[in-house]
Every structure is written in structure tokens, then in C-alpha cells.
């Protein structure tokens, strides 16, 4: 019983690391520096823009997180929608930076 336990943990914590490893950004998004200014409004590179209804950020560890959570100056990939209000951003990782 102790054994598949075991087995299970490992296969949990398996899928776990390879969501946080194998994030994809799409190539369509856009890159900037992020801030959050207030409520649902952020500031992308010096421009206020807002956050779609049900848009998601995620931070390095490819977490959902709170517009007031972001770091000033975060640098992100972003997306937005057909009315121009973001819908997704990633926060990203050093190694994610280097690459742009």
C-alpha cells in the first residue's frame, strides 16, 4: 500500500513540474514591461490598458496570480482580445527573457 502511494506522489509531483516547465507562450504575444495601477487597469509599457473580463496572468511559476500581485516593471508576454483589453499575460523568467 506504502508502494503505491509512493507511485502516485511521484506520478503527481511529476505532472506538476513538467505543467511549470512547458509553458507555452504563443509567438503572437507581444512583449512589455507591466505594472499594476488599480482595480482591472494595468500599465504596459507607459500605456493604461485593461484586463478583459476573466483574463488570466501568470507568474514565473506559471501560477494564475491577482493584477495587484505583479511586480512593477514585471516583463511580460501579453495577448489581447478584439476590443483591445488584455487577456493574457505571462510574467516571465529570466531564462524566458534572454530569449526574446
Known amino acids: 500500500m506504502k508502494a503505491l502511494l509512493y507511485v502516485i506522489?511521484?506520478?503527481c509531483a511529476g505532472a506538476a513540474?513538467?505543467?511549470e516547465r512547458l509553458r507555452t507562450i504563443p509567438d503572437a504575444a507581444?512583449?512589455?514591461?507591466?505594472?499594476?495601477?488599480?482595480?482591472?487597469?494595468?500599465e504596459i509599457d507607459g500605456q493604461?490598458?485593461?484586463?478583459?473580463?476573466g483574463a488570466q496572468i501568470?507568474?514565473?511559476?506559471?501560477?494564475?496570480?491577482?493584477?495587484?500581485?505583479?511586480?512593477?516593471?514585471?516583463k511580460?508576454?501579453?495577448?489581447?482580445?478584439d476590443?483591445?483589453?488584455l487577456r493574457q499575460v505571462w510574467?516571465?523568467?529570466p531564462e524566458e527573457q534572454e530569449k526574446q
Not at 493604461?48 to 473580463?53: E, G, K, M, N, S
Not at 507568474?59 to 514585471?74: H, I, Q, Y
Not at 511580460?76 to 482580445?81: S, W
Open 9 to 11: 506522489l511521484l506520478m
Open 17 to 19: 513540474l513538467a505543467q
Open 30 to 42: 507581444k512583449s512589455g514591461a507591466m505594472s499594476h495601477v488599480e482595480d482591472m487597469t494595468v
Open 48 to 53: 493604461r490598458q485593461r484586463l478583459a473580463p
Open 58 to 74: 501568470r507568474d514565473e511559476s506559471n501560477r494564475v496570480v491577482m493584477p495587484a500581485s505583479v511586480p512593477a516593471g514585471s
Open 76 to 81: 511580460v508576454k501579453y495577448l489581447v482580445d
Open 83 to 85: 476590443e483591445g483589453m
Open 91 to 93: 510574467i516571465l523568467t
